[in-house]
C-alpha cells in the first residue's frame, strides 16, 4: 500500500513498459514479483483508495529511461490493457 496511489500493482511488459493499475479496493492478484500475469484474470477491484475521491481504476504506462519515469500516452497501448470491469 501506497500513501499515494493506495493499493497497486505494476506489470512489467517485458519490452521496457509498464502499466500500473492503482486505488485499488482489492488486489485479486497476489502472485510472487516476476510472475507472469495471465490477462484473462483480474489484477484488482476498482475503488478509492490512497489520494482518492471517488472510486475509479488510476491507470499509468510508462518506461524507465536513464533512471527516471517517462509517461506514455495509455491510449496508444488501450487495446492492450485488459480494463474491462470485474465485480
Known amino acids: 500500500i501506497c500513501p499515494v496511489y493506495g493499493k ?3 506489470v512489467d511488459h517485458q519490452n521496457g513498459l509498464f502499466s500500473l493499475y492503482a486505488h485499488g479496493q482489492k ?3 497476489s502472485g510472487t514479483p ?3 500475469v495471465d490477462n484473462t484474470v483480474p489484477l484488482m477491484k476498482m475503488g478509492s483508495t490512497g489520494y482518492s ?3 475509479h ?3 499509468e504506462v510508462f518506461r524507465i529511461v536513464d533512471g527516471k519515469k517517462v509517461h506514455e500516452d495509455p ?3 488501450s487495446n492492450r490493457l ?3 470491469y470485474h465485480d
Open 8 to 10: 497497486y500493482v505494476i
Open 27 to 29: 488486489i485479486y492478484y
Open 34 to 36: 516476476g510472475r507472469i
Open 53 to 55: 475521491d471517488a472510486p
Open 57 to 59: 481504476l488510476h491507470i
Open 75 to 77: 491510449e496508444k497501448y
Open 82 to 84: 485488459n480494463t474491462k
